[in-house]
């Protein structure tokens, strides 16, 4: 990845997560009920995008192994697969992870 893109992309996230905060600051207003609960929206929502994030790519990459594996080998594919969908299950888990960890923080 060239260095105009990877600070393209640092300028993006940046803005997402920064300009978002200094536009909702207050100068010294109390904090309330609503407060906290949206925090705990904005977090369940982040847990469940980083989870599936995090997932889709993980699943991705090993799927993509795994067939590479199979084609340079076509024999070893019953040796390849059933290691591929125990991993595949595994990733699976860590993102319904996040979407319980994301109804836990909204208390539903």
């Known amino acids: 990845m060239s ?3 990877k600070l393209a992309t640092a300028t993006a996230a940046l803005a997402t997560f920064i300009v978002p905060a200094i536009a909702m600051a207050d100068g010294g207003a ?3 009920d609503f407060d906290a609960k949206m925090a705990a929206y904005i ?3 982040l847990a469940i995008g980083f989870g599936a994030l995090g997932g889709t790519l993980a699943q991705g990459r090993a799927a993509a192994s795994a067939l590479e594996g199979i084609a340079r080998n076509p024999g070893a594919a019953a040796k390849i ?5 125990l991993g595949l299950a ?3 888990s860590l993102v319904l992870l996040s979407l319980v960890i994301a ?3 909204t208390g539903k």
């Open 3 to 5: 260095l105009s893109k």
């Open 30 to 32: 109390q904090s309330n």
């Open 43 to 45: 977090g369940a929502g």
């Open 81 to 85: 697969q059933t290691p591929m969908i």
């Open 90 to 92: 595994l990733i699976e």
């Open 103 to 105: 109804y836990t923080l």
